[in-house]
């Protein structure tokens, strides 16, 4: 018996299309056909989690007190590692019990706050490009985006004067994240003050996404929202395991700030799932007391290889400045070619797999992102390819043909 009686909700027809469709095809053709991808497409971190954090997971498992269904609001030992964690990073106290609410991965509770506080109709401003569920859950929730390009002659900071009086009086969030994803860009200070007072003038929710809270480099330190005097009061921020500590698959994330905005998104989780299992957020905990050396360790791999692909890709023709932080570079396509072209074309002449840049929105176009979750063996091998397949940037060609 066919389906097409049964049709997906408006909500899942109005998603943008999935960028990736064309890219994954020639991905999966290419492994069948035994080519040795090298792939940089992922914001997955390739190394292990820690091994401390792996052995209490193995002691919380045999443990039967963490086999059943965990706290709604998940356990108060970690939610008390998450705010002693926040003031030994940040300087700021936070309440276990109201002001911090572990997630199910920060992605999970991103998409569910825009379920919780989205009326359909609301506006929302979203940078483009960004992190693809601070628009999807927007939309999923039947919000109206209103995009905030963001450009390479603003360092990609969201340029604040630039959003009209009357979208401001009419938006009800602002989803960003600095450092960010894909542009690697980061933000200094006064940025976070001026967000601040633009969101309490026009009484705007900030969500600020800090997943790249300690991949920071240089002994640069990112701000965090909640550092800033009066944001608590309009403001959330989200936190990860993902990345830090080398635990995507485990899928443990947190929000802290706005206990009212807390609370909203809890509602609406204790309706929808369970949270994480104890086990896991037992090991999580002991992730967040690890001592600094092993971020110091962390982020000497990200810098050798920051420092790697940016001196190959010079001697190929990109000026590419030394990013503060994150994971990834953001790399302009040659010769004005789309992201998707250039970024097939990479995969079919070298076997080298790079996210096409309007994957984050229209404001990405033109670009495309490489992780850096490849070893400087690897990396040194994509350059290699990229030499001999003749792909390079004619900067150039580009200035003068603008
Ligand atoms: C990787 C990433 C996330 C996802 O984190 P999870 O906790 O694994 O869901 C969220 N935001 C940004 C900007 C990311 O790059």
């Known amino acids: 018996m066919s389906f097409d009686w049964i049709t997906t909700a408006e909500r899942i027809k109005k998603l943008p299309a999935y960028p990736f469709a064309r890219l994954d095809e020639l991905k999966t053709k290419a492994r069948e056909q035994g080519l040795d991808l090298i792939d940089l497409g992922m914001g997955n971190p390739d190394g292990a989690t820690p091994e ?9 498992l045999r443990n039967p007190a963490n086999h059943g269904y965990p706290p709604f609001e998940g356990t108060a030992s970690f939610r008390r590692a998450i705010t002693t964690w926040y003031h030994r990073r940040y300087g700021v106290d936070l309440d276990s019990d109201s002001e911090a609410l572990p ?3 920060s992605k999970e509770g991103l998409g569910h706050l825009a379920l919780a506080y989205i ?25 109206s985006i209103h995009n905030l390009i963001l450009k390479p002659e603003n360092d990609w900071l969201i340029d604040l004067a630039s959003i009209p009086d009357e979208v401001a009086e009419r938006a009800k969030i602002l989803y960003f994240n600095y450092p960010s994803n894909p542009t690697a860009a980061t933000a200094p200070r006064e940025f976070f003050e001026e967000i601040v007072a633009f969101a309490r003038k026009y009484e705007i929710l900030l969500v600020h996404d800090l997943c790249y809270a300690e991949l920071a480099f240089d002994g640069y330190q990112p701000t965090s929202l909640l550092e800033i005097p009066g944001a608590k009061d309009i403001g959330v ?6 990345k830090t500590y080398n635990m995507a698959g485990w899928r443990v994330g947190f929000v802290v700030g706005n206990r009212h ?7 609406l989780k204790t309706n929808l799932d369970y949270g994480i299992f104890a086990a896991l957020q037992a090991a999580a905990e002991t992730a967040l007391q690890l001592p600094d050396t092993y971020l110091y360790e962390v982020q000497q791999r990200y810098m050798t290889r920051r420092d790697f692909l940016i001196r190959g890709l010079g001697d190929l023709g990109w ?22 072209d250039f970024a097939l074309n990479v995969l079919q002449q070298t076997g080298v797999v790079v996210t096409p840049g309007n994957a984050f929105g229209q404001g990405g176009e033109g670009y495309v992102r490489v992780s850096l979750i ?10 290699h390819r990229f030499k001999q397949a003749g792909i390079r940037y004619e900067h150039q060609l580009i200035s003068s043909s603008q």
């Open 319 to 340: 000026k590419i400045p030394a990013t503060k932080a994150t994971m990834y570079l953001w790399v302009p396509c040659p010769l004005d070619m789309t992201s998707t």
């Open 261 to 267: 905005v807390i609370q909203g998104l809890r509602t």
């Open 374 to 383: 490849a070893d400087c063996d690897r990396l040194g091998e994509a350059l």
């Open 103 to 105: 997630l199910l991965g």
């Open 237 to 242: 921020e989200f936190h990860t395991m993902s």
């Open 119 to 143: 009326n359909p109709g609301d506006v929302v401003l979203v940078p483009s490009p960004s992190y693809p569920v601070h628009f999807r859950g927007p939309v999923i929730a039947g919000g």
């Open 52 to 60: 401390p954090v792996v052995e209490a997971a193995v002691k919380a």
